[in-house]
């Protein structure tokens, strides 16, 4: 009885990742991407639409690494994760939906619909993420992580399919053609969202903690005094601050390349059918890897592997950099499917080695808030880029400094002396 009230509580948890990302495929990779240089911003010289795709993502980042942060240490200590996870959630579904009344020209309209709904999703993970070492054994984090990483993949794909289906034949739908198509499948993201939220809320139950009553200034200083002391303590452990400022450059690469990949391919003349679905495959490539990695990471979690993934990202950066056909970026998609699961799931797991076990709860929230904060600057490095040299090439290839940064600092970490031992057998 126990063990099926477990597995029905890490399900519920995992099911948010099927349902969030939807938002990831079809608003943030693919549909939206090509509908704001084609629509939204048609009316902008060439080449402004990446670079202006690319100021949206960071912006949208920026607010919720400053903003987050502190509500997160306010929703621990108030025990509130729940309350502030739903209302992130219905925000970002909500302006998803309103993604609908976005036409031709309103570029503008649509950067800032856009920024409010990616401060939902990217809000409501860092809260989803908090809940995972109390749902899961220490043993099994790592597993579970990466079955959520799978869900996530599976769920965002099958609903991108579907929307690619609509825009391919609208008529089949009763849409009149596929602009309205693509309009009409923002709403779908946005109900898909909010409906395979509701297991999450109905079988996860939040811890209560017993808290002293604050004063109304208290609730303004007692998340910059919590997010103080917690960065105190990473700093502490030079290996694990090590890692994090590594994680921070190589993950910024890995983000930016997912959210650019759709709106730099239509730039540089790829069709829309093997955009899309170049990127849906993304997303049924990366779910096994994921898994296969996630039970590397349960026995074995080396920074080898990790090189091995980042190497695997600098190839792709640099063959980004001359591609001129769909089949070349149909063989990258695979490329980066596959580097994903991987970079993803160890570093995660890596991550774990270098915590102290009685503080993981704690570490692991800032592991979350880490890694979805990381890609603020890789767009925004982006887009100046290609803005100033008048070619996204350019800015493709920027990308490759936050790969080689990072692997130059992450060959400086030292993993604990068991995981070395491990490695060697």
């Not at 692997?407 to 491990?422: D, G, S, Y």
Request: one cysteine or more; proline letters at 3%.
């Amino acid at each position: 009885m126990k063990e099926r009230k477990k597995n029905k509580i890490i399900w519920s948890w995992v099911m948010y990742d099927w349902a969030n990302s939807a938002f990831a495929t079809t608003i943030m990779a693919v549909v939206l991407p090509i509908y704001y240089n084609d629509v939204a911003a048609k009316n902008l010289r060439e080449g402004l639409a990446v670079s202006y795709w690319g100021y949206t993502q960071s912006i949208a980042m920026l607010i919720t690494a400053i903003i987050v942060p502190l509500l997160g240490a306010l929703a621990d200590y108030t025990s509130s994760k729940k309350k502030f996870m739903s209302f992130f959630i219905l925000l970002g579904s909500s302006f998803t939906a309103l993604l609908y009344f976005v036409q031709t020209g309103d570029w503008l309209l649509c950067s800032i619909i856009y920024v409010i709904a990616n401060i939902g999703f990217s809000a409501s993970l860092v809260f989803y993420d908090s809940f995972l070492p109390h749902i899961a054994p220490r043993k099994e984090l790592a597993w579970v992580s990466s079955l959520g990483f799978a869900m996530g993949y599976l769920g965002g794909g099958l609903l991108l399919v579907l929307n690619i289906l609509m825009i391919q034949f609208p008529k089949f739908f009763m849409l009149p053609n596929s602009t309205t198509a693509t309009r009409v499948s923002f709403i779908t993201v946005g109900i898909w969202w909010f409906v395979f939220s509701i297991p999450f809320f109905k079988n996860i139950k939040e811890e209560k903690n017993p808290i002293e009553k604050l004063g109304v200034g208290d609730y303004f200083s007692l998340p910059f005094k919590r997010l103080k002391k917690t960065f105190s303590e990473v700093r502490k452990y030079k290996e694990l601050f090590k890692f994090l400022l590594a994680f921070w450059l190589y993950i910024d690469g890995v983000g930016t390349i997912i959210k650019m990949a759709a709106i730099y391919g239509r730039e540089i003349g790829i069709g829309t059918i093997h955009l899309m679905g170049a990127i849906l495959l993304v997303q049924f490539v990366a779910f096994p890897f994921s898994m296969i990695f996630g039970k590397i990471a349960t026995k074995s979690t080396t920074k080898r592997t990790i090189y091995v993934t980042i190497a695997l990202y600098c190839f792709i950066t640099v063959w980004a950099y001359f591609m001129d056909n769909a089949l070349e970026f149909w063989i990258l998609a695979v490329m980066v499917a596959i580097g994903q699961g991987g970079i993803q799931a160890l570093s995660r797991s890596l991550y774990a080695t270098l915590i102290p076990k009685e503080k993981s709860a704690e570490f692991y929230s800032f592991f979350s808030i880490s890694e979805k904060f990381a890609t603020i600057f890789g767009p925004f490095i982006f887009g100046l880029v290609s803005q100033f040299t008048s070619s996204p090439r350019n800015g493709v290839f920027s990308l490759l400094g936050f790969f080689i940064a990072g692997w130059l600092i992450l060959l400086t970490v030292k993993e604990p002396i068991e995981q070395q031992k491990r490695q060697t057998v």
